[in-house]
Each structure stands twice: as C-alpha cells, then as structure tokens.
C-alpha cells in the first residue's frame, strides 16, 4: 500500500510481554488510526490521532497504548499481551477528517497479524 | 457498537451478474464509505458518498444512498472474478468525532 507500511507484518509473543507494532506514512497526513479485525466484528477502532502528540482514544482502547512523536509514525503499544488481543492490527491514514474534505477515504496499511500465546 | 450493517453477509454469484450490497445505518451520516478488502491485505477505498448525495458512480459501481432510510447499497456491474473480496460500509458521523465506523462486512463470490 502506497505511503503507508506496517512493521512488523507477523508477530508471535508470549501473554504477559509488552510489544510494540509500529505504522509509518510518507503521506504527510494529519490523521492516523489504528484498528483491530476480528471475525464477528468487523473493524474496531482503538486509537487515533490527530496530530503529533494527540491522540485519543477509541471504541477497544483498554490494554492498549499509542504516541506519535513524529508526523510519520504512529505506534501501539500492548502493554501486557493477552490472548484476546490475538487479532489483526491495520493502521490508516487520512488527509482529512474522515475524508469530509475531499473524495477521499482513509489509506489501510496491509496489516500485522499478531498471535499472542 | 457496530454504526453500519451490511446485508448479506455473504454473496456468491457468477461471472457477468451484478452484485448488489446493502448497508444500514442508524444515526444521522456527513458521508458514507465503501471499501474493499481482499483476503489477507488491507482495506482499499472505492468510494465516498456525502450526505445530500443520492447517487454516484465509479466505473462499473454505483452506490445509492437514501437517508430517509438511513440506507446505502453498493452495486457492481458486470461483475469478474477479480471482485471478489469482503466489502465494507463505514459511515462517518457527526456524534463519531474525527473518525469512521466500520461494519462487519459483505463476502462477496464471483465464480469464473
């Protein structure tokens, strides 16, 4: 996906660690999210951010930590994994509000697949 | 809570047949999203439709929308069998801040 990489792209961890999942845009856009996909329920937000050093909480947020330090970069932090974060983890970008601005939607970064055991 | 459901769950059609994809909202909208996620990879915009729109096209889609009915419908013309993919709703909402809510997503088939 253009402008917007994940790393990594497969995790496995050990309940109870921290891991950090990282999202790097070269779009230079304001707005950052990430989400988690699960079967059943579709697509849930946990953090988002509208600009460096603000960021806000969404729908899933317990369990979970962000910063962005830098306009490119947007981290999440599970700060003691559990197996109910087993889950895939996909970043997105978008130059405006929720492309209110333009025709344009949000950019997905291709995901990482995170298993906790 | 889920804000849009797509309906039906699952499709399965042949190649040429139009698929047609519904999604139900429940709050006032500024606009509505479709996107399309093929297995494995991330989700792809296709198309944004605003809130005093009732309809647009994009090449072989047309998206309906009618608020009245806090409805939205996702066609595909002449359908392949590189369509196949999960298709999303997202709605963005004046209650929603500065985000979309995703629903959980029509599986679409296209058998060659």
């Known amino acids: 996906d253009a402008g917007i990489t994940q790393s990594p792209r497969h995790k496995v961890t050990e309940t109870g660690t921290p891991v950090t999942l990282r999202c790097h845009q070269t779009?230079?856009?304001?707005?950052m999210y990430w989400y988690r996909q699960d079967p059943g329920h579709g697509l849930r937000l946990i953090h988002y951010?509208?600009?460096?050093?603000?960021?806000d909480k969404g729908e899933v947020s317990d369990g979970y930590s962000v910063s962005r330090s830098k306009t490119e970069d947007f981290l999440l932090t599970l700060e003691s994994a559990t197996s109910s974060q087993t889950s895939v983890y996909f970043c997105?970008?978008?130059?405006?509000?929720?492309?209110?601005?333009?025709?344009?939607?949000?950019?997905f970064g291709s995901g990482t697949r995170l298993t906790v055991v | 809570s889920q804000q849009g459901e797509e309906d039906p769950q699952a499709l399965s059609i042949q190649e040429g047949e139009n698929a047609t994809m519904n999604c139900s909202y429940k709050?006032?909208?500024?606009?509505l999203q479709w996107y399309r996620q093929n297995s494995g990879r991330g989700l792809v915009h296709l198309i944004l439709?605003?809130?005093?729109?009732r309809e647009k096209h994009s090449g072989r889609l047309r998206v309906t929308l009618d608020t009245s009915k806090k409805s939205s419908s996702l066609l595909i013309t002449a359908s392949r069998a590189a369509d196949t993919a999960s298709y999303f709703c997202?709605?963005?909402?004046?209650?929603?801040?500065?985000?979309?809510?995703f629903g959980e997503g029509t599986q679409l088939t296209v058998n060659p």
């Open positions: 951010s509208y600009g460096v050093k603000d960021t």
């Open positions: 779009e230079n856009h304001r707005y």
């Open positions: 709050t006032s909208i500024n606009n």
């Open positions: 439709i605003r809130s005093n729109e």
């Open positions: 997105a970008i978008s130059e405006s509000r929720a492309g209110g601005l333009g025709n344009y939607g949000y950019t």
């Open positions: 997202a709605t963005d909402a004046p209650t929603s801040g500065s985000r979309l809510t």
